[in-house]
C-alpha cells in the first residue's frame, strides 16, 4: 500500500501515473474509522466496476445513436450517464442516507471513499472520487473540482468538451460554473482565488486536498502535531491555495497553547538550533517549519523521562528554583 508521506515527494508526472483511489485511501492510512479498511478489496471493487460500465456503456451505445438530441448530441455525457446509473442502480454507489441532514457529523468513512465501496455509502467528499477513479480506468478525462464545502467531478478534454458533473438520487446535472458561486455555495471572488475553487485539480492538488481531509480528522481528535503537519504537506504540494497555510498556523497556534500549558513554572529556555537540511520542500516557508519544529522540540522535550523530575520539581519548589535545575538548555537537532 502506498504511504501518503511518499507521495508528497513525487514529481505531477509521477502522481498522474497513481490511481485516485490509491491516492485518497492511502491519505486514510491511521484515521480512525479506517484502521480495518479493506484496501485491496477496495480497488478490486472499482476494477470491476469499470469493467462493467465499460461492457454497458458499449451496449447501449445504439441508445445514443437513436436519442442524441436527449444528451445534448455528447456522446461524453452520454457515457457518464451510463456509469453513474450503473453504479448506482448496479452496485449501491449513492449517498449515505444517514449523513445528509447538515448537522451530522461526518467521520472518516463519509469522507474518504472505502465509506462509500464498502460501508453505509459515501458524501459529496468521496463519491466524486470514486466516480474520478471510475472514469479514469476508461479513459475518461475526469477532474476533480473543489468548491465551497463541495466537491464536484468535471470532464475535461485538453481541447474539447468541458462539463461539470452534479450527481444525487433523482438524476445527474451539468450546471455551469456560476451554480456554484451563488446559493448554498456562494463564493466570493476573493475566496474563488485563494482557495482555488472551480479549478480543475491537478495531480498535486488532488493529494492536498486528501491530506487537508485527513488534517481535519486528526484536529478533530485533538491530535495536533499530526493535523499540523498533514496541513503543512497540503501547503507545501499546493503554496498559492491559502487555505491550507491558514489552517496549518490555526493549528500549530492551538498546539503551541497546549504545550505551553504543560510547562512548569522558572521553566528553562530552551534554544533550538535547527536542521541544515529541510523537512519540507522549499514551497513551504522556513519560518513555518521552523515554528512546527520549534513546538515539536518543546512538547518532546517536556515529555521527556530524563527531565520529568526536573519539571515535578519546578512544579513542587513553589517559586524557588533548584539549584540543580538549568536556567538555559540547548537542543541541536541533527535531523
Not at 95 to 120: E, R
Amino acid at each position: 500500500m502506498l504511504h501518503w508521506k511518499s507521495l508528497c515527494l513525487l514529481t505531477v508526472e509521477e502522481l498522474a501515473m497513481l490511481d485516485v483511489a490509491e491516492v485518497n485511501l492511502a491519505c486514510a492510512e491511521g484515521l480512525p474509522g479506517a484502521e480495518s479498511v479493506p484496501y485491496a478489496e477496495c480497488i478490486d471493487r472499482l476494477n470491476h466496476y469499470a469493467r462493467c460500465v465499460r461492457h454497458h456503456t458499449e451496449r447501449r451505445m445504439p441508445d445514443f445513436h437513436d436519442q442524441a438530441d436527449k444528451y445534448d448530441r455528447s456522446e461524453a455525457k452520454f457515457r457518464i450517464v451510463c456509469m453513474i446509473s450503473l453504479l448506482q442502480n448496479a452496485f449501491g454507489i449513492r449517498y449515505n442516507p444517514a449523513k445528509k441532514p447538515m448537522d451530522v457529523p461526518l467521520d472518516t468513512a463519509d469522507k474518504f471513499i472505502h465509506g462509500a465501496l464498502v460501508g453505509d455509502g459515501g458524501t459529496c467528499a468521496s463519491l466524486p472520487v470514486v466516480y474520478a477513479a471510475v472514469g479514469r480506468r476508461l479513459g475518461y478525462p475526469l477532474k476533480l473540482v473543489s468548491c465551497k464545502g463541495h466537491l464536484i467531478c468535471r470532464w475535461e478534454e485538453a481541447s474539447g468538451e468541458r462539463f461539470n458533473i452534479e450527481v444525487n438520487d433523482t438524476g445527474i446535472d451539468d450546471p455551469p460554473d456560476d451554480n456554484y458561486r451563488k446559493g448554498m455555495y456562494e463564493t466570493s471572488s476573493w475566496e474563488e482565488k485563494a482557495y482555488c475553487y472551480l479549478q480543475s485539480k491537478t495531480p498535486k492538488m488532488e493529494l492536498a486536498g486528501f491530506l487537508k481531509e485527513r488534517g481535519l480528522h486528526l484536529l478533530k481528535e485533538e491530535r495536533l502535531r499530526e493535523a499540523a503537519e498533514s496541513f503543512l504537506w497540503a501547503s507545501s504540494l499546493v503554496p498559492h491555495n491559502e487555505m491550507y497555510s491558514l489552517l496549518a498556523n490555526r493549528t500549530m497556534t492551538a498546539w503551541k497553547g497546549m504545550v505551553w500549558e504543560m510547562r512548569p513554572p522558572q521553566a528553562p529556555e530552551i534554544t533550538v538550533f535547527y536542521p541544515l537540511r529541510r523537512r519540507w520542500p522549499d514551497t513551504l516557508p522556513l519560518a513555518m517549519e521552523h515554528w512546527f519544529i520549534l513546538i515539536e522540540t518543546m512538547e518532546s522535550t517536556l515529555k521527556r523521562p530524563l527531565y520529568q523530575p526536573w519539571w515535578e520539581a519546578l512544579r513542587r519548589s513553589q517559586g524557588y528554583r533548584p539549584y540543580n535545575i538549568p536556567t538555559k538548555m540547548t537542543v541541536r537537532l541533527t535531523s
